[in-house]
C-alpha cells in the first residue's frame, strides 16, 4: 500500500480524500535515550552525547501535516501535525510525536541543533527521546517547520492551505490621501503651540498679497513605501527568535 495513504503516527490507513503535505524532511538524525529534567538548566544535549551507549538509532526526521475531510457538510477539515522518526531505508516507523503542543519539542538548553522530542506510540504510552541534527541549517528549518505546525493546529488549515473553514476577516483599505483641493485645517488655539506662535520670518510671506501662508497650505506628501529589502529584513525571523543560540555545544560529539 501506498506510504502516502497511511496516517504517519499509526501507519493505518487514511480516508482516500485525505491530503497530507510535507512540511521538514531531514536525515540523518541522531536518535538518544535521555534522563529526565533534573534542574531547572532544562534538557542538557552533552550528558546525551558524553555515553555513546545512549545513541540508539540514526533515522530520517519528517514533519507531516494531514488534513483529514470531515464528516458533516460545510464543516472545516481536521488537521493534524506529527513528528515521525522513520528507518532511512526502508521507511518503516520508528517513533511518531503528534504534535498538539510546544512542550511536544523541546529544544536543548545547551546547543541549537538537539531537542528532546515527546513521543507517543499507537496504546497512548507516552516516552521522551532526544534528537540531534548533523547540520545547524537543518535544526534551524526544523524550527520554522514547528512554527509552520503550530499554525495549521491552531489556525486549522484547510485542504486549500487556507484556515479550515474560518471566516478570515478582511482589512478593510481606507484611503486617507488628500484629494485634489482639499487642505487640512490645524487649530493650535488653547494649547502652548497656539499661545507662543512663532511667526515665520519674512521670507515665508506670501509675494504681493501681504499675508504669510496659512498652516494648511502645507500638504506633506505621504512617505514612500518601503522596498523589497526592507519588507525582506521586517519578515525574516532571526535564529534569536526562534529560540536557537550555538551553544558551547556546537559540533556534533
Known amino acids: 500500500m501506498d ?14 480524500d485525505a491530503i497530507q503535505r510535507i512540511l521538514h524532511l531531514a536525515s540523518p538524525i541522531h536518535v538518544y535515550s535521555i534522563p529526565p529534567i533534573s534542574s531547572a538548566r532544562g534538557h542538557v544535549a552533552a550528558t546525551w552525547t558524553a555515553n555513546p551507549a545512549h545513541h540508539i538509532f540514526t533515522c530520517r526526521l519528517r ?29 518503516a ?32 504510552r ?10 545547524r541549517s537543518e535544526a534551524f528549518d526544523f524550527g520554522v ?11 486549522g488549515a484547510g485542504k486549500d492551505g487556507k ?14 490621501s488628500l484629494k485634489e483641493g482639499e487642505t487640512i485645517t490645524v487649530n493650535l488655539s488653547g494649547t502652548k503651540f497656539g499661545k507662543n506662535r512663532i511667526r ?16 494648511s497650505s502645507f500638504a506633506l506628501p ?3 513605501p518601503p522596498g523589497a529589502q526592507e519588507v525582506r529584513k521586517q519578515n525574516r525571523l532571526s535564529a534569536q527568535e526562534l529560540g536557537f543560540d550555538d551553544g558551547q555545544f556546537g559540533e556534533f560529539s
Open 200 to 215: 515665520p520670518p519674512p521670507s515665508t510671506a506670501a509675494q504681493g498679497s501681504g499675508e504669510g501662508k496659512s498652516l
Open 3 to 16: 506510504t502516502a495513504t497511511l496516517d504517519p503516527s499509526t501507519g493505518r490507513p487514511l480516508p482516500p
Open 145 to 155: 517547520a514547528l512554527q509552520e505546525a503550530e499554525k495549521a493546529v491552531n489556525g
Open 93 to 124: 516507523l520508528f517513533a511518531a510525536a503528534p504534535y498538539t503542543t510546544r512542550a511536544i519539542v523541546e529544544p536543548a538548553s545547551d546547543s541549537s541543533r538537539f531537542f528532546a522530542l515527546r513521543v507517543q506510540d499507537p496504546a497512548g
Open 63 to 91: 514533519v507531516i501535516e494531514t488534513a483529514l475531510p470531515s464528516p458533516a457538510p460545510n464543516a472545516p477539515d481536521t488537521v493534524k501535525v506529527d513528528v515521525v522518526l522513520e528507518d532511512p531505508s526502508t521507511g
Open 222 to 224: 505621504p512617505p514612500p
Open 163 to 176: 484556515g479550515g473553514g474560518k471566516e478570515e476577516k478582511k482589512e478593510e483599505k481606507r484611503d486617507y
Open 126 to 135: 507516552k516516552a521522551t527521546l532526544g534528537i540531534g541534527f548533523e547540520e
